[in-house]
């Protein structure tokens, strides 16, 4: 079913993104190419929904997964 994922996962990546207006949660730049980052992964039971998602420009997104920025994420 990795097709099948990986279809949701792109559809939820541009809806989370559209919602977000392409905006980056944390500094607020918008872009086009900003990306799209899962609150909770996959491997974590995260879902391919554009609730999970949250748009982070690709320095902010960087800095996250390095663990230099924290996010608090709730959207729900
Ligand atoms: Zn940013
Ligand atoms: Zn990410």
Do not use: W
Not at 19 to 30: A, G, K, L, P, V
Not at 31 to 56: C, P, Q, R
């Amino acid at each position: 079913m990795a097709q099948k994922r990986s279809s949701a996962h792109i559809k939820a990546q541009k809806e989370g993104k559209e919602i977000d207006e392409y905006m980056c949660f944390f500094c607020c730049r918008q872009f086009k190419g900003n990306h799209g980052h899962h609150i909770i992964l996959y491997s974590e039971g995260g879902i391919a929904s554009s609730d999970n998602m949250v748009t982070l420009c690709p320095e902010c997104h960087r800095e996250y997964h390095n663990g230099k920025i924290k996010l608090d994420l709730v959207r729900f």
